[in-house]
């Protein structure tokens, strides 16, 4: 699946596209990876978005100057209540406007069968910044590409945002979930991160394992717990590994759970299974119940990139782990809002 990956990428890439590395400079910059940053750049979005949420959070009226007259895009092509919304709330608490096919995409003209690359470009016509989400790896990758293709044809050119591309990459996921970790851990040097479930399809993990290597922290270690069948794709263990990871590989989670610092509990991704009898195998292999969550350190968190089902078991289990102060994924869902605004301003070249 990683292959699938990596082919749609060189495919992109032999064509002439390749992510532009952020090298301190976000201005006009599409977002389609998390190998575009280092740890200076992650560090300018987090104290940008430490900045606008303090600014939020003093109810600064002047917010909504940063963007105001700007316009950004929503082109969703799949489910999505978390990024979808946070970035509107950013843009809409930046002053920009927010604009998407009245009826969601399934009454855009893709109902006619246009392209994406067409439907992308139509959008870059109106927006100046597009935020994808779509099924497809690769897809924020060809959007980009097209885009840039255009040029001059148009007198503006639009940044695009990728909002999570198939089983391939969540970008923006990665650095609201970092800035949390950061939020709560301070550093990420000696931390054992133990993420959980389903790895194979779960484009959060990707990014975010990607990400903390790219952080460049000392003495990290990434703890990998899945079933046989959804365990983390090979190319990304060796990534992580290059970039001197100590990762650890198992289906057994009390093997790590007992002294992980930050638990990063994923859901399974029933409707990337072709195989129905796969999925209700292994769907519940790994719960996070209240009685492991307090078996943990004291100081550990635990996250999750949301939705939940029943990797979290019963309403009232989820009742009972929310109350625990270990639980951070409400951290993590407005602190999304907080990061994307932060990129958004940085993309369009906008003072904060
Ligand atoms: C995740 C996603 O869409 O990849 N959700 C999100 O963006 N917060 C995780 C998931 O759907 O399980």
């Given at each position: ?32 990876t998390?190998?575009q ?8 979005v987090f ?16 917010l ?29 608490r930046?002053?920009g406007q ?31 910044v ?26 503006r ?5 990728s ?24 550093s ?16 959060t ?5 990607k990400l ?10 990434l ?46 991704q029933?409707?990337?299974f ?16 209240p009685?492991?969550l307090?078996?943990?350190k ?7 990139p ?10 009232d289990?989820?009742?009972l ?27 369009l070249?906008?003072g904060?």
């Amino acid at each position: 699946m990683v292959d699938q990956a990596v082919l749609s990428q060189t495919a992109m890439v032999m064509r002439g596209f390749e992510p532009r590395m952020i090298n301190g400079d976000f201005t006009g910059k599409h977002i389609v990876t998390v190998e575009q940053f280092m740890r200076d750049d992650m560090r300018a979005v987090f104290e940008a978005a430490s900045h606008l949420r303090a600014r939020v959070l003093r109810g600064d009226r002047s917010l909504i100057d940063v963007c105001a007259g700007r316009v950004m895009a929503t082109l969703f092509y799949e489910a999505s209540t978390r990024t979808d919304m946070s970035f509107q709330a950013a843009m809409s608490r930046l002053g920009g406007q927010v604009i998407a096919t009245s009826g969601g995409v399934q009454f855009s003209s893709v109902y006619k069968g246009e392209n994406l690359a067409d439907t992308v470009r139509a959008v870059a016509c109106y927006a100046d910044v597009i935020v994808l989400r779509h099924p497809e790896v690769g897809s924020s990758y060809e959007s980009s590409y097209h885009l840039d293709l255009l040029g001059d044809k148009l007198s503006r050119r639009a940044v695009l945002i990728s909002g999570g591309d198939g089983i391939g990459e969540h970008p923006t996921q990665a650095l609201l979930d970092l800035y949390t970790i950061l939020d709560f851990k301070e550093s990420v040097d000696g931390l054992k991160i133990t993420m959980v479930g389903d790895l194979r399809y779960g484009r959060t993990v990707h990014s975010l394992s990607k990400l903390i290597a790219r952080y460049a922290a000392q003495g990290v270690t990434l703890n990998f717990v899945s079933p046989s069948l959804l365990t983390m794709p090979p190319a990304i263990i060796a990534y992580l590994r290059a970039h001197d990871i100590t990762v650890r590989e198992t289906d057994n989670l009390e093997d790590v759970l007992g002294d992980s610092d930050v638990i990063y509990w994923t859901r399974v991704q029933e409707e990337r299974f072709t195989n129905k009898a796969d999925y209700a195998a292994i769907a519940n292999k790994f719960v996070m119940l209240p009685d492991a969550l307090a078996h943990t350190k004291s100081d550990a968190i635990l996250m999750h990139p949301l939705p939940r089902k029943h990797e979290m078991g019963s309403p009232d289990d989820h009742t009972l782990l929310d109350s625990d102060p270990r639980s951070v994924y409400f951290h993590q869902m407005e602190n999304g809002m907080y990061v994307r605004m932060a990129l958004i301003a940085a993309v369009l070249g906008a003072g904060i």
